[in-house]
């Protein structure tokens, strides 16, 4: 699908994007690959890799092996900087489990080190599936980890040195997080996805009623300044819109119909100061294109003033993660 680029003038930082050489079926996503999308069109600076369990460590002690995926990433990104032109990859948040106590130090010592500069926080996922088996990619936390003693005690750590927590969950966790984000003011959290509400197996018939709930759900969390949204990431699967079973992914217009009203809420709740566009690549290309996805976001965003506008495609994201 080609479409004629909306603004390709515009700055953007793309906040949220994985590369492997292979993840639960979906193809190898490396440099060039993240290249070919953020060179289709749109105007992408820099971007920001999410963990996504790559390129582990094969051996040593279990809870240092996610250095290796910041190690792997490190290395793209020192390519992507003398990539002439091409967007660079300015930031890394990396993996660690935030419940190891004196343990995590070391952890967040050997990824800054590996980082080369780049390390800017930890997401360490609290998506707990309750129904895995109707679920494309089911997240596997266990039940409560946001309520974890030893879990907020390691996102206060975060805080405290400066770097960001990153949470994935399902839309009925974001009371559990809303707590989480009240217990730990003193660290930046960053909402991922909308906190994904799912439309698909037992949740397919009640999306409107999901709907109606997450939006109290949303306005509940902006209410805590440490709070920051990334709005993306609602073309996976499981979000249940059904694209990646279509023969020809929707338009940039049937993108931005369906799902202009959970950005729209988002940002009344949040402000454009505390959002941030994310593509969520490459799970999202299963969808839509990367062309196709920023040209629907320009749509989404076109009622807003230009300072609103360099705030959420760049703004939130350079300072949040420090580019």
Known sequence: MSEKIIDPGRPIVDPHHHLWHSHGGIAAYLLEDLWADTGSGHFVEKTVFVECGASYREAGPEHMKPVGETEFVAEIAA???????????????????????????????AHEEAGRGLFRGIRHAGAHALHPEVLMIPGSAPEGLFS?????????????????????????????????????????????????????????????????????????????????????????????????????????????????????HAIDCFGPDRCMFESNFPVDRLSLPYAVLYNGLKKIATGFSEDEQNAMFYGTAARVYRL
Not at 81 to 107: P, Q
Request: hydrophobic share 35%; charged share 25%; net charge negative.
């Open 79 to 109: 390519a992507s900087a003398e990539g002439g032109g091409n967007s660079t990859i300015a930031g890394i948040v990396s993996r660690a489990d935030l419940r190891l106590g004196e343990g995590l130090l070391e952890v967040l010592d």
């Open 148 to 264: 974890d003693p030893d879990f907020r005690r390691g996102v206060g750590v975060l805080g405290r040195r400066g770097l960001t927590y990153d949470t994935w969950h399902y839309h009925y966790q974001n009371s559990e997080f809303l707590e989480l984000a009240r217990a730990v003011p003193e660290t930046t959290l960053i909402l991922d996805h909308f906190g994904t509400p799912l439309g698909v197996g037992p949740y397919a018939d009640h999306r409107e009623a999901i709907f109606e709930s997450w939006k109290g759900d949303i306005a509940a969390l902006a209410g805590c300044p440490n709070v920051v949204a990334k709005l993306g990431g609602l073309a996976m699967p499981d979000n249940g819109f059904g694209w990646h079973e279509r023969d020809t992914p929707p338009d940039s217009d049937e993108f931005a119909e369906a799902q202009r009203r959970y950005y729209l």
